[in-house]
């Protein structure tokens, strides 16, 4: 099977899933070709890449001049659906992840998913797309990608996912604590090293709602069958139990690179060098809480809106997404961003029988009411 060349396309490759995602590339010459890559406003880096990478496609927010390194400049949606385009890396962060996503599922893509807030906004939505086209869904996130690992080879539904989690940068502190948390402090997530907007949810622990979110559709089991326990040295990523009471469990290092790697060559796996490994024995001791869910308010407000219907999800996306760069840019406290979520869920009002174009107009929606809230309340304050 060595011969075989996937062609990719990566959004977001400037991010850091799309950084490790070339990192991939890089360690494995002839076994993909970049066809394609998108960023948002990062031009210097994103013009290095294309120098070293050669896509024949790129996609960008920022402003590159015309034909350079030879590439064509196409909407996002354009190049992941281009015909020779075997994989889909989907390494966008937020809302504007939606419609290339899209685009990729209804052109009977694989898409190698890391932009989750997607399948937040509209996952039923999005899986009817792939079942559609053809088109599959591959997880690039670690606790998600380990239930995945788990259930391969099993013939039998999981009886319950427990999905594990850091408990964030302030996960020994009171939430009354943090009123004055700076972002530099919220930023230090104590065993991954992400993008800004993750961590941040990491931090708020609405990130791990997302997770619960993402796993009910993508492994087609109900909310209430899946917990979430704290576990510090983020070593477990995720289990799984079965009806028999057996647990299983995936284990890895806290690095993304084997999640993506194994998306990228499922369901081959392949020796890399490059990515760090775990020792049992160096492991030291495993240890899993109960979840305090009151410590956690944006936890039990992303699961309360996620699980409802209609264009509710698509809005608790896109007022986190607002909420989350205010508190980056110190415009409003970190205790401030679940209030601030929550006022723009009250203010919604729901369609129902949703298309993914209600989904995308409701995190609009949702994004500029939260951030509309914000400058009002500080001219009134
Ligand atoms: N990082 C992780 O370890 C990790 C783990 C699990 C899941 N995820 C998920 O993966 C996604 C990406 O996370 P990340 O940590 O890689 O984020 P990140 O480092 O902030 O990267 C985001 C990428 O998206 C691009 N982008 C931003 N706005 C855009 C827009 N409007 N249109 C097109 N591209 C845009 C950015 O481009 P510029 O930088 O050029 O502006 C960058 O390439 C998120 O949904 C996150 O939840 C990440």
Redesign the pocket.
Known sequence: MDDIVKKIVV??????????TLDIVRAFPGRFEVVGL??????P??KRQIDEFKPVFI????EIEAGYGGAKQAP?EDIVALPEVDLVV?????C??ML?TLAALNAGKTVAL?????IVMAGPLLLAAAEAHGATILT???EPSAIWQCLEGEVSKPSRLIITASGGAFRDRTWGSLRDVTPEEALKHPT????????I?SATLM?KA?EVIESRWLFDIPFDRIDVTIHRQSIVHSMVEFADGSLKAQLGPTN?GQ?IQYAMFYPERQANSDLPRLNAVSMGSLTFEAMDRTLYPCFELGLEYGQKSGTYPAVLAGADEAAVSLFLQREIRFTDIPDLVSDTLAAHRPVVNTTIGDTVDASRWATENTLARHSKSTILS
């Open positions: 959004l977001g490759s400037t991010g850091s899933i799309g950084r490790q998108g960023n948002g406003f990062n031009t880096l994103f996609s960008t927010m920022g996002f989907a390494g966008t962060v937020g504007a992840g290339p890391a932009n989750k807030e997607v690039v996130d670690s991954w090293d992400m993008g800004d907007k993750i961590t949810d990130n997302f993304m999640v």
